[in-house]
């Protein structure tokens, strides 16, 4: 079976339409309706039934949707191996949302060139969708993330659960504490919903940021309050630069590994995983959360 066919079968499968998957795949429809036409003539079966509201699979596509993800992430898995460098014996690729790589991913990559030099290392940045995407195709082993979606033939691990805490500006230039602006960081549904359901007292938020590093990073400098991951904003504390909002509630913040079920025996993902607890486990040193990114 051509790799570029199943790959244009999931892309179909995972956006709902041949139009669609031909924008993702820069190729144009004509091309994927040929590739589909030509794998459905080799297994002899009909994978979709095409409608105005796109396109579903057929139960063969069903069950064949499971054995093209797995050819895929072989096919990436291969690409991998062949180009281990010299000395190495595997590769691991593993991808996480900006605001985990520090402190927690960059401790986990220093534990891992530490604790296991023989496994080859590819760090990727990205937005949650995309790197599910990745995970999807094969491009990554583990991906971390704070809210997953749930994929079929994958796993989720809670690898931590930190606290999200409400904190204000201290000294001089700032406004009284009374005063400050509260500043919404958009930290995933689920926080919205505990957020609103709480009510905070501060009104109408006068900025909203899509991002908690580029919030914190604004109240530093402009002043004002918000809520931040614990581990993050306690060395501003400790140089009182920041404060603790007394009374106010906490949130629960989670991180998760995603990795693909047919993984699981081996080795080498195992001893990431296991790096990644331990690195959670472990104290950190002072002032390494300094580094808003």
């Not at 931590?160 to 700032?174: A, P, Y």
């Not at 549904?189 to 359901?197: G, M, N, T, V």
């Not at 009104?203 to 991951?229: Q, T």
């Amino acid at each position: 079976m051509d790799i570029d066919r199943a790959r244009t079968f999931l892309e179909i499968v995972h956006s709902g339409s041949f139009l669609k998957a031909a924008d993702r795949l820069n190729v144009t429809q004509t091309t994927v309706s040929a590739r589909i036409r030509t794998l459905e003539e080799e297994l002899g079966r009909q994978l979709f039934v095409r409608n105005r509201n796109g396109a579903q699979l057929t139960a063969a596509g069903r069950e064949f949707e499971r054995f093209a993800l797995s050819f895929v992430q072989v096919w990436e898995r291969a690409r991998h191996q062949l180009a281990i460098p010299e000395g190495q014996t595997s590769v691991i690729a593993l991808g996480g949302e900006l605001s985990l790589w520090n402190p927690l991913l960059l401790d986990w990559l220093i534990w891992m060139k530490k604790t296991k030099p023989e496994i080859a290392l590819r760090a990727n940045v990205g937005v949650p969708d995309q790197l599910l995407e990745q995970l999807r195709t094969g491009v990554l082993d583990i991906a971390v993330l704070y809210a997953p979606k749930l994929l079929p033939g994958f796993r989720v691990e809670l690898i931590e659960e930190e606290q999200l805490i409400l904190v204000r500006t201290t000294g001089e230039g700032h406004m009284p504490a009374d005063k400050q602006e509260y500043v919404y960081v958009d930290w995933g549904p689920l926080f919205a919903a505990q957020h609103d359901a709480r009510s905070t007292p501060f009104g109408e938020p006068g900025l909203l940021v899509g991002l908690g590093p580029l919030g914190l990073s604004y109240i530093l400098r402009a002043g004002g309050m918000g809520y931040f991951r614990k581990g993050v904003v306690q060395p501003f504390i400790e140089a009182g630069e920041l404060e603790v909002v007394d009374g106010a509630p906490e949130f629960t913040y989670p991180a998760y590994a995603v990795y693909s079920e047919s993984s699981q025996g081996r080795t080498d993902l195992q001893e990431a995983l296991h790096g990644l607890k331990k690195v959670v486990d472990a104290p950190r040193g002072p002032g390494l959360n300094r580094q808003l990114f």
